[in-house]
C-alpha cells in the first residue's frame, strides 16, 4: 500500500480531487460535442445525415488511433511531436512491403506496424535512457522519419496497384455483410476497436499503472522500484505501434502512401488529447476523453465546412477551441494542487 501510494504521488483525498476534477472535465467534453451537433443538425439539414455521420467517423479514424497512441505518452507527462511523420513512414514502408516487395497484404501490416513500433522504441530510448527532452526528442524523429519516408518513395507516392483488396481494411464494411444498408466503414471499427484495447490497457494491465504513476509523479515512482526507464520505452513504443495503425488506415483510404501526408496530424492527435481531458502535465486522461475529443474535432471541422466557413476561419476556431480545454486544464490543476 506504501509503494503505491508513493507511485501515485498522492494522498487518497487528493486522489478524489483529481478523479472529480477529471470526470468533470469529461463530462464537460461530452456535453460540448452533443452541443455541437445539436447546434449543427439546426443550422443545416445535411449535417445530421447518415451518410454525413458515417463521413465524420470516418475522418475521425485516423486522427483518433493517433490521438489513442499520444494518450499514454502525455500521460507520463512527455509530448510525441513525431506521430504525423511516423504514421507517413509506416504507410509508405507498408506500401514499400506490398507493392515493390511482393509480400502478401498482412505481411505489409507488420512491416507497418513494426516502423511505427520501432520509431517509438528510439522517442523512449532517447527520452529515458539519453535523458533528452521528449520535445526535443520526438522533434528529432519527426525530422528523420520525414526524410526517410521521402528518400525512400523517391519522393513519389507508392500505390497499391497490385493489391485490390487492400482499400477494403478502411473502406470495406464487415457490418453491411451482417447488417445490410448499415455501411460504417472498417476504419470506424478498428478506431473503436483499438479504443477498447487502449482502455483495457490503460486501466487494466500494469502498464497503465506505471503510466498513470509516472506522470504523477516520476521521481517517487523510481525510489518506490519501478524501471522507469523500461516502462517509459514501452509507453512510446505502443504509441508508436498505433501510429503505424494509423498509417495503414490512412494509406487504404488513399490507396496510396503520399510521402508528405503527415504534417499536421501531430498537431490535430494532440489537440484531440487535451480537448479529451488528458492533462498536458501528465498523470491524469482517460481513453473515452481522447474519443471524445477526436469526435470533437472531426464535428466542428466538418459542421463549419457544411456552413461554409472559409478554412483559414475553421483554423482560427479550432485554435481557439484548444486555448479553452489547455486553460481548463491549467484550472482544474490549479484546484487539486
Not at 3 to 27: D, I, K
Not at 48 to 54: D, L, P, R, T
Request: aromatic letters at 10%; charged letters at 10%.
Amino acid at each position: 500500500m506504501k509503494r503505491t501510494t508513493l507511485a501515485l504521488g498522492r494522498q487518497p483525498g487528493s486522489r478524489h480531487m483529481a478523479f472529480n476534477s477529471g470526470f468533470l472535465q469529461q463530462f464537460l467534453a461530452f456535453g460540448s460535442l452533443i452541443v455541437l451537433v445539436l447546434v449543427f443538425s439546426l443550422a443545416s439539414e445535411n449535417f445530421f445525415q447518415f451518410s454525413n455521420i458515417v463521413g465524420i467517423l470516418l475522418s475521425t479514424a485516423v486522427t483518433g488511433v493517433l490521438a489513442l497512441g499520444a494518450t499514454f505518452v502525455i500521460i507520463t507527462g512527455g509530448i510525441d511531436l513525431s506521430v504525423g511523420t511516423v504514421m507517413t513512414l509506416s504507410a509508405v514502408m507498408t506500401g514499400v512491403s506490398i507493392s515493390f516487395w511482393g509480400t502478401p497484404i498482412w505481411i505489409g501490416l507488420i512491416v507497418g506496424i513494426l516502423t511505427g513500433a520501432l520509431c517509438g522504441f528510439v522517442s523512449g530510448w532517447a527520452v529515458s535512457r539519453l535523458r533528452i527532452p521528449p520535445f526535443i526528442a520526438t522533434l528529432a524523429v519527426m525530422m528523420i522519419a520525414k526524410g526517410l519516408a521521402l528518400v525512400i518513395s523517391g519522393t513519389k507516392p507508392v500505390y497499391f496497384t497490385n493489391a485490390p483488396g487492400f482499400s477494403n481494411i478502411a473502406l470495406g464494411s464487415v457490418l453491411e455483410k451482417l447488417i445490410p444498408g448499415f455501411s460504417i466503414p472498417n476504419a470506424v471499427l478498428i478506431f473503436f476497436g483499438a479504443a477498447i484495447i487502449g482502455s483495457v490497457i490503460l486501466t487494466r494491465t500494469i502498464i497503465g499503472r506505471y503510466n498513470f504513476a509516472i506522470g504523477s509523479n516520476e521521481e517517487a515512482t523510481r525510489l518506490s522500484g519501478v524501471n522507469v526507464s523500461f516502462w517509459k520505452i514501452v509507453i512510446y513504443t505502443m504509441t508508436g505501434a498505433f501510429t503505424g495503425i494509423a498509417g495503414i488506415l490512412i494509406a487504404s483510404r488513399l490507396y496510396s502512401a503520399q510521402p508528405a501526408l503527415g504534417q499536421g496530424y501531430e498537431l490535430e492527435a494532440i489537440a484531440a488529447v487535451v480537448i479529451g481531458g488528458t492533462s498536458l502535465s501528465g498523470g491524469k486522461g482517460t481513453i473515452v476523453g481522447t474519443v471524445i475529443g477526436a469526435l470533437i474535432m472531426s464535428v466542428l471541422t466538418n459542421g463549419l465546412r457544411i456552413l461554409s466557413v472559409p478554412q483559414e476561419w475553421q483554423t482560427v476556431v479550432v485554435g481557439i477551441v484548444i486555448f479553452l480545454a489547455v486553460y481548463v486544464d491549467i484550472l482544474r490543476r490549479k484546484k487539486t494542487a
